[in-house]
């Protein structure tokens, strides 16, 4: 499988894992778990065809490390970014490090600095643990910003934060008073 199919198929699954599992009538238990013979199935009728070591490629390469098998490969899910607000990660509440990052554009400076981070259509605002990868992050939409946030502060002042399975750390959202913003 080439960089570009999978690419391609990533992007199929984060639809269907995340956000809308209507589109090939795929079934997503309350933990966000979709059984994989139904996924590979159902994803024909959208004439995406593609087999489990297609799949298994995917989520063992995704540098974003997006999808999680289940022990015995017979389900699959999403670790975070969704927008389906039924779906259930499991996640336990755990201590942040001091400072995290949060990569942006300049045109949506302006909404943060009036209303902080705020998760929009996600379950959570989504953090970077470096400046490297929330660079990356921001990067996806233009020159990118960088804001550091006082998660340590945030947390003593009883702020909820989470790590999901690859990395990246979420809360339900940042208030101005925790962002810096580069002078």
Known sequence: MNEKDKRKLSKFLSLLL???PETISLTLDEKGWADVDELIEKSKRKRKHFSIQELEEVVVTND?????FNEDKTKIRANQGHSLKTIDLELEAVQPPEVLYHGTVDK????IQEKGL???NRQHVHLSQDIETATKVGSRRGKPIILTIN???MF???YEFYKSKNGVWLTERVPVTFIKFKE
Do not use: D, I, V
């Not at 974003?64 to 999680?68: A, L, M, V, Y």
């Open 18 to 20: 995340r956000h809308q």
């Open 64 to 68: 974003k490390q997006r999808f999680s």
């Open 108 to 111: 949506f400076l302006g909404a």
């Open 118 to 120: 705020q998760k929009m």
């Open 156 to 158: 003593r002042k009883g």
């Open 151 to 153: 998660s340590g502060e």
